[in-house]
């Protein structure tokens, strides 16, 4: 199916809303001023060391982040984002959204797809330091240009959050590479407080060559925010091609929280283990890598966090490079 029949209609959905939501007249009595500007941001210092017998501790600054959001409307707002990554600045976020129908929202522009519950957090948002191997490869670049459709239904049963979506499948800060593009979707229900169990679907088609670019992907998720133990659980199990090459892996992540002064405030820890596993060529004997990772994110209020990971690689042939990571972070 070609781009433009995956996104067309979403594209003119998203400009009949904008046209309504710029007509529409406002309600009465409002007191609201418009536009309303919030800026913000996050910024890291990291430490890495290699446990080999020569490595030392190299230092880094991964990320410089600056945001703005701005709402023009009660239904029309805008966000952009740039990075400085590797002493390089990048557009990351450029878009706006239009929520002026019940049914659906419209986000239009370049943004993060709906795709692994992993790779929709915020990044600042992170439990652990280093994302999973199977998010990091299977669900990159992070970023597409394009449109999409969502909602999330809170009031109806099983409260499910849907996203489809077309975009140019080139990634980033780049134009379309042939006239396929990708299409997204995902889908998420909550049967319980706190409990969340979904699908994604990934289906492009990349460079001039037209290589074909599959994903699939399910995931769940816990949270205890109620009586009982303060857990966090989550696991996501991730497969696709690229050509003919097959790929796959998963994650499981497990946390428990500890309150020092009272359940649900600031300041708070989090310990943490995950276990990740990557197959990055289904055709390839002993390819495959495994990690565990165990660590701890302290939050000490709004704005200021602390994360410590220790990694412990396994793949063939056997390397020692296990790794103890240690970041700062402060967020506006």
Known sequence: ?????????????????????????????????????????????????????????????????????????????????????????????????????????????????????????????????????????????????????????????????????????????????NNYGAGIARLIVSPAEGLSIGGSLYDGKTGAAKVTKNRRGVEVAYENRKAGPPVLVKAEQISGSDGATDKSGYYFTAGYYVFPVSKWTYPYALLLARQDHYDANSAVADDEISRTTIGALIQYDDFFSFRINYEVAAETPSVANDLLTWQFQVKF
């Open 1 to 177: 199916m070609k781009i433009f029949t995956r996104s067309a209609a979403i594209f003119a959905a998203g400009c009949i809303m904008a046209v309504c939501a710029a007509v529409a007249p406002a309600a009465e009595g409002t007191a609201t001023v418009y536009p309303k500007v919030k800026i913000g941001g996050f910024a890291r210092v990291r430490a890495d060391w290699a446990l080999s017998d020569t490595s030392t501790p190299t230092f880094s600054v991964p990320n410089a982040r600056i945001e703005i959001k701005a709402s023009v409307s009660d239904d029309v707002s805008y966000a952009f984002s740039m990075d400085s990554t590797a002493g390089t600045l990048k557009l990351l976020d450029s878009f706006f959204r239009i929520n002026y129908f019940d049914w659906f929202d419209v986000k239009m522009g370049q943004f993060k797809y709906n795709f692994s519950k992993e790779q929709v957090t915020a990044d600042a948002d992170l439990e652990l330091i280093n994302k999973s191997y199977v998010v990091t490869d299977l669900v990159y670049p992070t970023r597409e240009i394009g449109a999409e459709l969502s909602k999330n239904f809170k009031n109806t049963p099983l409260k499910p959050f849907v996203a489809i979506g077309g975009y140019n499948g080139a990634g980033p800060n780049a134009s379309a590479q």
